[in-house]
């Protein structure tokens, strides 16, 4: 079946822009995960959805960095006034809600800023 | 707190010998430990699940409570499993995000 999907695939833009990052979950999947990955930090936790509850948000670098999720699929994430530092490829993962069901990732999103 | 070591960053082994790529956690509760692999310019993908006790692609982990370990074996490594290889936990009773370790990558040479 279609895997987890994320576009763009490589985005490059200037410091000080908003960009917007898509994620298209497993259907079916009601938990969605937002890591970012760079050289120096590893795998980092961002944010996570659970169906209707509340996200967690107690990743989150910045209140620069926002996400929703809209019918309980599609995942948006918000990077306002974009930093340097904010470089790094963004995963999208989801999971089923259930122990040890495991999360599947997309490719990522390459986020270049300049 | 909740915390994965994979002590070694690197690992170098020859076609054909046994492989192990250390892992270590740390949490009170009931865990959820899985392998993650990333092939070169592929995405993050799954290899095994604790809870499961596959075998997929000649790797197997036990998880250890006694030792909080999860290491991950393959008795006789091959070329094309050269990747970067992550350890990660979840707290089975909440649920939610996962703690990943930092990483070995694992070359295996003809």
């Known amino acids: 079946g279609a895997g987890v999907s994320q576009s763009p695939s490589n985005k490059v833009t200037e410091k000080g822009k908003d960009v917007e990052l898509r994620c298209d979950p497993i259907?079916?999947?009601?938990?969605l995960y937002w890591y970012r990955q760079s050289l120096g930090q590893g795998l980092e936790f961002l944010i996570y959805f659970q169906g209707n509850s509340a996200p967690d948000k107690s990743g989150l670098p910045s209140d620069r960095f926002s996400a929703e999720r809209t019918g309980g699929s599609v995942s948006t994430l918000t990077i306002q006034r974009t930093q340097q530092e904010d470089s790094a490829v963004y995963l999208c993962?989801?999971?089923?809600?259930?122990f040890g069901a495991g999360q599947y990732f997309g490719p990522g999103t390459r986020l270049t800023v300049l | 707190a909740q915390r994965v070591t994979q002590p070694e960053k690197l690992l170098s082994v020859f076609k054909g010998a046994p492989v192990e790529l250390k892992c270590n956690y740390s949490?009170?509760?009931?865990?959820?430990l899985f392998w993650y692999v990333q092939y070169s310019r592929q995405r993050l993908q799954l290899l095994l699940r604790h809870i499961s006790r596959e075998s997929i692609k000649g790797f197997t982990a036990d998880l250890n409570k006694g030792e909080t370990s999860f290491h991950l074996k393959k008795p006789f490594a091959q070329e094309e499993d050269s990747a970067m290889y992550y350890c990660?936990?979840?707290?089975?009773?909440?649920?939610?995000?996962?703690?990943f370790g930092r990483g070995t990558q694992l070359t295996v040479w003809p």
């Open positions: 259907s079916g999947h009601t938990a």
């Open positions: 990660a936990l979840g707290r089975g009773s909440t649920l939610g995000r996962l703690y």
């Open positions: 949490y009170s509760g009931s865990p959820e």
């Open positions: 993962a989801s999971s089923l809600e259930s």
